[in-house]
């Protein structure tokens, strides 16, 4: 990895994954759900995601992490002037920009809280949908809570590359998943920071999910029109690189081992204890 993050009283270097402390010394607070938000140039969508997410989220303990891919409208300035006055914002910035897989990763790494939630900064993702999506993740049975666009509010460019790549993911992945694209999901913070990390992986959670043992389900969720600024992808990046990466997470998938069934090996010290505890039941009161 080749970028470095910065927040207001803190500096990740490239290879770390902890958090400086402040100089209060005061205990890190643990919440119970960490939003992760991948930002580029998302100034004029955040102020508004952010108090949405704050409303959405009321009765939830929890922390939003907002990682800025080296923006450069402004986005960090008024990060960094809303973490002052909210203590549940935790912004992080790259000083070169590392895209949106490794902004997540990156999040995710520094997230305090047992859970994640994650939803893009464009305002495309209604916050609203978080606590639905978090509640199904807590019922246990499931690894992976994704969100499901039953209706898209995109161009015609993104929802025919959205589809066909969906088609052909599915198809050749077997990710039980029909909307990876969305941006909407929940999981547990210790699954997600032990799988595979690549660029692009973002695209491909319910896959690796499942590759691991794991189980993945998707919940209908709203989707808007972006409120402002531009896309940051088109075909080329979004279908025809995906379809690279995806030659990539079928190898993976073939080479997976896990989860691999352990079976116990009495030891000779144990039976010998298991043998005298079953004479003792067998022997006749005196």
């Known amino acids: 990895m080749h970028s470095s993050l910065h927040q207001p009283s803190t500096q990740i270097g490239p290879a770390s994954h902890t958090l400086g402390h402040s100089s209060d010394h005061s205990p890190i607070h643990s919440p119970?759900?960490?939003?992760?938000?991948?930002?580029?140039?998302?100034?004029?969508?955040?102020?508004?995601?952010?108090?949405?997410?704050?409303?959405?989220?009321?009765?939830?303990?929890?922390?939003?992490?907002?990682?800025?891919?080296?923006?450069?409208?402004?986005?960090?300035?008024?990060?960094?002037?809303?973490?002052?006055?909210?203590?549940?914002?935790?912004?992080?910035?790259?000083?070169?920009?590392?895209?949106?897989?490794?902004?997540?990763?990156?999040?995710?790494w520094s997230a305090r809280g047992t859970w994640l939630g994650t939803l893009d900064g464009d305002g495309q993702n209604d916050p609203a949908d978080l606590p639905k999506l978090f509640e199904r993740a807590q019922q246990g049975d499931?690894?992976?809570?994704?969100?499901?666009?039953?209706?898209?509010?995109?161009?015609?460019?993104?929802?025919?590359?959205?589809?066909?790549?969906?088609?052909?993911?599915?198809?050749?992945?077997?990710?039980?998943?029909?909307?990876?694209?969305?941006?909407?999901?929940?999981?547990?913070?210790?699954?997600?920071?032990?799988?595979?990390?690549?660029?692009?992986?973002?695209?491909?959670?319910?896959?690796?999910?499942?590759?691991?043992?794991?189980?993945?389900?998707?919940?209908?969720?709203?989707?808007?029109?972006?409120?402002?600024?531009?896309?940051h992808y088109g075909l080329n990046n979004r279908l025809w690189v995906g379809i690279v990466d995806m030659i990539g997470v079928m190898w993976l998938r073939r080479r997976s081992r896990l989860p691999a069934a352990l079976v116990d090996t009495p030891t000779p010290a144990a039976e010998a204890n298991e043998n005298g505890t079953d004479a003792n039941r067998e022997a006749p009161a005196s």
């Open 142 to 231: 499931v690894t992976l809570v994704a969100g499901h666009r039953t209706n898209r509010r995109d161009d015609w460019i993104k929802r025919v590359s959205s589809k066909v790549a969906n088609r052909v993911r599915s198809a050749l992945l077997d990710d039980a998943t029909p909307d990876t694209g969305c941006g909407l999901k929940v999981i547990h913070r210790d699954t997600f920071v032990s799988l595979p990390y690549f660029d692009h992986m973002h695209r491909f959670l319910p896959a690796l999910v499942r590759a691991q043992g794991g189980s993945c389900v998707s919940v209908p969720v709203n989707h808007r029109p972006r409120g402002t600024g531009e896309s």
């Open 32 to 108: 119970l759900l960490s939003v992760l938000i991948p930002a580029k140039d998302e100034v004029g969508n955040l102020p508004s995601l952010l108090d949405e997410i704050s409303q959405a989220l009321s009765s939830v303990d929890h922390e939003v992490i907002v990682v800025d891919d080296a923006s450069t409208d402004g986005t960090w300035e008024m990060l960094a002037h809303r973490a002052a006055q909210d203590s549940r914002l935790r912004p992080l910035r790259h000083a070169r920009s590392a895209g949106q897989s490794t902004s997540v990763w990156q999040a995710a």
